[in-house]
């Protein structure tokens, strides 16, 4: 897999990145409303589903049979559609990029096993490789993986435990919404799922709605090695990453559609000698700190970019919740939206 490209999706194709953000706000919830964000969503959906469901994704069809009592999940954010939707899973993977919970989780995934009242989760340790053993000790009905880079070898050992739902196309280009409506169809609650990706996206309107100044900059999520500035990658809306920006009304700059050889890749690899091609890039979201930024703002072809010249870039520290909520979840986005937000914000004011 393309590691640099992939980071820092998994921990496992992490790198070292110093970044500069706030750690979220979970900690500052009450208990009771906590308990009132992840409650079980009561509708008559469950009752009217039909069975056998026949899931379509990139390595064929999946068939359950019956309601999925037991759910699994593997891969990144896919337990947080089952929680939303107020069902405790019965395993999922750790945590693994940014700010993690001592039950290694992310900060809104703990807080929604505990409004559920799960304090002690099953919690898969597959930072090199699934836990077959572990996923298989838990009994799953059904393993949700909707947002994952499994292989087709990984798909099928995991199928010899459980039927397991997959990416439908490519691997990690899922976006949040599919992959709640994915997830929560192999759940048997599909309305339930479509109706809750309604209430964020009405979320998402009403915040977007408080800054209208963010409206129409264009803005691109970028990585950029701190040692070696000779190519740097910018995520296409393929990625999430990419892809959230233009929730948030942050037009995608055109300069990288056209280096971009086609719409199914999720990321293109820039010479920093065709920087000055990327005149459109108002505003950047970077995996970094100030010393990153005051490096590329020195160099003679990086500080070609507006966004760059003019300091306009969102500096995310790898140790932070806003991190890993960069690459949404159904939970992760009203738990982090306000940092994000913000953070473009401030970055917006740097425009010249």
């Not at 979220?24 to 009450?30: I, P, V």
Request: net charge negative; proline share 5%; hydrophobic share 40%.
């Amino acid at each position: 897999m393309r590691m640099k490209k992939l980071l820092p999706i998994i921990l496992g194709m992490t790198m070292s990145i110093m970044l500069m953000t706030g750690c979220g706000n979970s900690s500052n919830q009450s208990e009771e409303s906590t308990q009132d964000k992840y409650k079980a969503v009561e509708t008559e959906a469950d009752n009217t589903t039909e069975y056998p469901i026949t899931m379509k994704h990139a390595f064929g069809e999946t068939i359950i049979e019956s309601k999925p009592e037991r759910i699994a999940t593997v891969g990144w954010g896919n337990q947080d559609t089952p929680l939303a939707l107020g069902v405790v899973p019965v395993g999922v993977s750790a945590a693994n990029y940014g700010k993690v919970t001592e039950n290694k989780l992310h900060l809104w995934t703990s807080d929604a096993f505990t409004a559920l009242g799960e304090k002690n989760p099953v919690v898969f340790d597959d930072l090199d490789g699934f836990d077959y053993e572990g996923i298989s000790d838990t009994n799953p009905d059904v393993i949700l993986a909707s947002y994952s880079g499994m292989t087709k070898e990984e798909y099928e050992m995991l199928s010899e435990i459980a039927p397991v739902v997959p990416y439908t196309n490519q691997p990690w280009q899922t976006t949040w919404r599919d992959q709640t409506i994915v997830n929560a169809t192999a759940m048997g609650m599909k309305e339930e799922g479509e109706a809750k990706v309604a209430e964020v996206e009405e979320l998402i309107k009403q915040k977007t709605a408080e800054h209208p100044e963010l409206a129409g900059t264009n803005t691109a999520f970028c990585w950029i090695s701190p040692d070696d500035f000779s190519t740097f990658y910018v995520y296409l809306p393929a990625d999430p990453r990419a892809a959230f920006l233009t929730d948030l009304g942050l037009p995608f700059p055109e300069s990288v559609k056209k280096m971009a050889s086609s719409d199914s890749e999720f990321s293109i690899t820039v010479s920093r000698e065709n920087a000055d091609q990327l005149s459109d890039i108002d505003m950047m979201v970077v995996y970094g700190d100030e010393s990153l930024l005051s490096a590329l703002q020195k160099d003679k072809l990086m500080s070609q970019i507006p966004a760059i010249k003019n300091g306009a870039v969102v500096l995310l520290d790898s140790t932070s919740a806003l991190a890993a909520a960069t690459t949404p979840s159904i939970l992760s986005i009203p738990d982090q939206i306000d940092d994000y937000l913000a953070l473009l914000v401030e970055a917006h004011g740097k425009i010249k």
